[in-house]
């Protein structure tokens, strides 16, 4: 049975996720907005958790021009919907905020499947 969670406190998970990230990685994180919505996108499926919108550091280089921030989504309502208690849904937003932020740097799906975040 999924929980029920305001959007207030479930904005606050995501940022104590964001807040565990170590200062190290943190720091090599630029141009990058983090945002929640309540579901995906109409073209994606219904029950995607995240989503990573922009150029992986690892692709880019001195011929990359300014561009507007990266983006992070993290959708609420799946998120709400897969968890069967808060602690569940803690833990599953922590992976899924780690997961997004690491394919800013490039790190595949297979690659954080192998490392439990996936």
Same mark, same amino acid.
Request: hydrophobic residues 45%; charged residues 30%.
């Given at each position: ?32 907005? %983090? ?7 109409? *073209? &994606?499926? @219904?029950?995607?958790? $995240?989503?990573? #919108? ?35 849904? %803690? ?7 780690? *997961? &997004?932020? @690491?394919?800013?740097? $490039?790190?595949? #799906? ?9």
């Amino acid at each position: 049975m999924p929980i029920e969670m305001d959007r207030e406190r479930f904005d606050a998970l995501v940022d104590e996720a964001l807040d565990a990230i170590p200062d190290e990685l943190a720091s090599l994180v630029h141009n990058l907005v %983090v945002l929640v919505e309540d579901e995906p996108p109409a *073209h &994606e499926p @219904a029950d995607l958790l $995240g989503l990573y #919108d922009g150029v992986a550091l690892t692709q880019r280089d001195s011929s990359t021009l300014m561009h507007l921030p990266d983006r992070v989504f993290i959708f609420r309502n799946p998120l709400l919907d897969m968890c069967a208690s808060e602690e569940e849904l %803690v833990e599953e937003v922590r992976i899924t905020v780690v *997961h &997004e932020i @690491a394919h800013h740097f $490039g790190i595949s #799906d297979d690659r954080l499947h192998d490392l439990g975040y996936a």
